[in-house]
């Protein structure tokens, strides 16, 4: 019974983020405006466990976006680390695999929600597999923010590293 209970809560645990869908119309907005698209559907990205990245790239993650039958981006749903608690956020790339929008969907904390200010994220819109981002070079600081805004930065950058793995073992 113990070992049942354990196995349970493990693969709760394990289970327990992904892409949650009472985002659902935030997401799909997010997506249409950005893309300039009306409809779409979104694939699931399947990656393995042989594939280390240096982003965990979880259940329900990482999408294609298709309309009318085409690829016409990516998506991105994850988490970073504020002071205390973690943020939601979604990257979307057009399909060059560009960064097109990047989008704070849940922060937690009473501090540093000045990373989901469109002004700042907007630095991010351009950046490709190729390009990094800096905190205080080529990504503005936040005062207030520090923690919440390098950590997002961090974030995007593992992203665009995966980005890579994943186009060279034909994921992507």
Known sequence: ????????????????FNYPKKMDKK????????????????KQIAVGP?????LKIV?????????????VGYLYYGQGKGK?????????FDKDLIIAKI???VYRESYGGEIGSVRWLKQFV??????????KKNIAAISGATISASSLTREV????????ILEKTNKL
């Open 157 to 164: 950058n593992k992203l665009l590293q995966s980005i890579v």
């Open 84 to 92: 205390a608690a973690k943020f939601d956020y979604i990257v979307i």
């Open 27 to 42: 997401i799909s907005k997010e997506i249409k405006s950005s893309l300039g698209i009306k409809l779409f559907t979104l």
């Open 50 to 54: 042989d594939i280390k990245l240096p």
């Open 126 to 135: 351009g950046l490709t597999s190729q390009s990094t981002a800096v905190y």
């Open 1 to 16: 019974m113990k070992y049942s209970s354990f196995l349970l809560l493990l693969v709760f645990g394990l289970l327990s």
């Open 103 to 105: 989008k704070l969907m």
């Open 59 to 71: 259940s329900e993650s990482l999408f294609e976006i298709e309309s009318s039958a085409k690829l």
